[in-house]
């Protein structure tokens, strides 16, 4: 028997490295005709900010050669929402349920997971600092040492349980802003979000998105995401948690190949709604065939020589 | 729901849209008109997502359901070209359903009578829809359905076997010359305040058909077609704003009754 069991850090302990990814599996309440959720480390829900956000208008989809541009812009009724009507329907799910916290100001993202740190049944936020599909805020502090560092060390200060910090992509070195988010604080760091990118109609002379660029997911981003998640694990001491195209268990194994503990299924749940339920026994195949009594010890197990 | 293999046993073919008759093993659940199915493409970057299709007709006796499929682009055209025999991946069913009579209440504003309104491959349907009211309510609907010239009018013996069906053409090439909504039927049903619109087409023919109906003070309801890229109301990709603020086409949809919707 393959021991998946994966310590995060700071209380968060998953029975398999496999999460989904914010925004891709609702709040897992869609899934669940297709996923047994015990079979899952853990669920990351819908990005919640602290107050009720619209969205961006439609068009907020466009597909594009083996993955998708999106612009929903964090559509989500508000934390206070959540913590009313949602919560209580997925606390006790047989799995972690992690919340994504989102906002636009520092205050916000501090009133928010300050909220979330309540809830007894949440043991993490993934802190996401690098939506590109929010105007103000949002990738702004994501992109820079600065920025990461403000909103780290804010939200630090009222979040006592695991805090997971989500970087964009969208950066110069984003093993610079690892190092930041590692310095003010974070428990471990996620990555990648989408990539900014845009899509045209040339028919129609117009974009695609009514927000005209949009993020950049699925198979497509994986060549770099798994870069990204290589150096960052370099970069920094705690955990890294992969994403970005994950579409089968040998691409989860890759990623943590390259230094990720855990990983992440994003779009990929779009295509096949079951995969993320697949993904951990692929896992301990995997390790089964190749000599691993843990997945543990994939994590950088990549041979380089 | 369920995700399932389903093996293609039958496919007719005409010049821009075809009919997929696909059976898999596991027992259908149950379908309601106006649900959806996802279809997974394969063997190519540019066919990424699944493609939402509508039900067009469940066999379950068979473990059957039917597919009107038109060629717009990359995905459709490959699953309108399918050899007999090939395994389609298919996540159903998806969505709401249009309102069908409630066999248990008694109240005064049921619908007694539905007029379908089809336009294009958004006949598609309404087929199902027609088969459940004749053989499930005893009801049965007038179809009305329109396309550009006869090429676009398939199915129709199929449809006469629920309802009356009256067609237009915009080239006249077969029933009345023009739009649904200039078809003489329509005149003698605005009085019928028991009557239930339906429609799915393309939008400008279902904002038509709703100002038509919104005037005639007739109950209608709409299905749209927003891209979509999970179907099961885990993105907010696809969402229409409604007076309820943004819904999922996918979940809360695709049906609509009009005075939900901003047009
Ligand atoms: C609930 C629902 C039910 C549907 N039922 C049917 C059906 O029964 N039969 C059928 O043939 N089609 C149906 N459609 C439309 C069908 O999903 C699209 O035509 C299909 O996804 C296009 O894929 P493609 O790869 O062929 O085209 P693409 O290469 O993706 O696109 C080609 C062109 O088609 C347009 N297009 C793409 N997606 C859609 C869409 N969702 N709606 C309208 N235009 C689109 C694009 O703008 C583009 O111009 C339905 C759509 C929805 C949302
Ligand atoms: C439709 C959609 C909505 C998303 N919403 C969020 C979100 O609310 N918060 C967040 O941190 N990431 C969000 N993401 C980003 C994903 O969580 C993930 O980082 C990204 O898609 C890359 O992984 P993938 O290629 O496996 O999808 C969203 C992605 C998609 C496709
Ligand atoms: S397509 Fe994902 S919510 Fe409708």
């Known amino acids: 028997m393959v021991d998946l069991t994966t310590d995060l850090g700071k209380g968060l302990i998953l029975r398999n490295p496999v999460l989904t990814a914010s925004g891709t599996f609702g709040y897992g309440e869609e899934y669940a005709d297709f996923v047994d959720f015990n079979k899952l480390g853990g669920i990351i829900v819908k990005g919640t900010t602290l107050n009720p956000r619209e969205g961006n208008p439609y068009p907020r989809m466009a597909e594009t050669p083996s993955g998708m541009l999106n612009a929903v812009g964090l559509q989500n009724k508000g934390v206070h929402y959540f ?73 630090r200060k009222v979040y006592h349980k695991h805090l997971m910090v989500k970087l964009s ?9 690892a ?20 899509a045209i109609d040339a028919a129609k002379r117009r974009p695609k998105l009514s927000t005209i660029t949009g993020g950049l997911s699925g198979a497509c981003v994986k060549p770099i995401a798994l870069r990204m998640v290589w150096q960052v694990s370099k970069g920094v001491k705690i955990p890294v948690v992969g994403l970005g195209g994950i579409s089968s268990a040998t691409d989860a194994v890759e990623f943590m190949l390259a230094g990720a503990s855990a990983i992440e299924i994003g779009t990929a749940n779009f295509i096949d709604p079951s995969l993320s339920g697949k993904v951990g026994e ?24 | 729901m369920i995700i399932s293999d389903f093996t293609l046993v039958e496919i007719q073919k005409w010049t821009k849209v075809s009919l997929l008759k696909l059976q898999c ?21 540019s066919t990424y997502l699944r493609r939402p299709i509508s039900v067009h007709n469940v066999i379950p006796e068979n473990n059957e359901i039917w597919l009107l499929v038109q060629k717009v682009g990359k995905g459709t055209e490959t699953l309108c070209e399918l050899p007999v025999g090939s395994i389609v991946n298919i996540v159903l069913p998806l969505g709401n359903s249009f309102t069908l009579p409630c066999l248990r209440c008694s109240c005064q504003a049921q619908p007694t009578d539905y007029l379908l309104v089809g336009g294009g491959v958004g006949i598609a349907p309404l087929l199902y829809f027609g088969k459940v009211l004749q053989t ?128």
């Open chain 1, 83 to 155: 913590v009313e009507h949602i919560y209580p329907r997925i606390a006790n799910l047989d799995t972690n349920v992690l919340v994504n916290v989102s906002g636009s100001t520092i205050e916000d993202y501090v009133a928010c997971a300050e909220i979330v740190n309540s809830l007894e049944c949440i043991p993490a936020i993934e802190l996401n600092v690098s939506c590109p599909n929010v105007k103000q805020g949002g990738m702004a502090f994501g992109v820079n040492t600065e920025g990461i560092s403000k909103v780290v060390e804010a939200v």
């Open chain 1, 169 to 177: 992509p969208n950066v110069t070195s984003i093993v610079d802003i």
């Open chain 1, 179 to 198: 190092k930041a988010a590692e310095a003010s604080g974070a428990d471990s760091v996620s990555l990648i979000n989408t990539l900014l990118g845009m």
């Open chain 1, 282 to 305: 692929g896992i301990a195949d995997y390790c089964e065939k190749y000599g691993f009594t843990a997945s543990s010890q994939l994590t950088g197990a990549l041979l380089t020589d």
């Open chain 2, 25 to 45: 093993e596991e027992r259908l659940p149950n379908i309601l008109p106006g649900q959806f199915v996802q279809v997974r493409i394969d063997q190519s970057p």
């Open chain 2, 136 to 263: 499930q309510y005893n009801i049965r609907p007038t179809f009305l359905l329109g396309g550009r010239s006869q090429s676009d009018l398939v199915q129709i013996d199929s449809f006469q076997m629920y309802g009356d069906v009256y067609t237009t053409t915009e080239d006249g090439s077969a029933g009345e010359k023009g739009f649904v909504t200039n078809h003489s039927v329509l005149e003698q049903m605005t009085a019928n305040k028991g009557l239930q619109v339906c429609c799915c087409g393309p939008k400008p023919m279902m904002m038509a058909v709703a100002k038509w109906a919104y005037a005639a003070h007739l109950n209608c309801e709409v299905s749209l077609e927003n891209m979509m890229a999970c179907g099961l109301g885990a993105c907010l990709c696809c969402v229409e704003k409604t007076t309820e603020g943004h819904l999922c086409v996918c979940k809360d949809g695709p049906v609509f009754n009009i005075n939900q919707l901003l047009w």
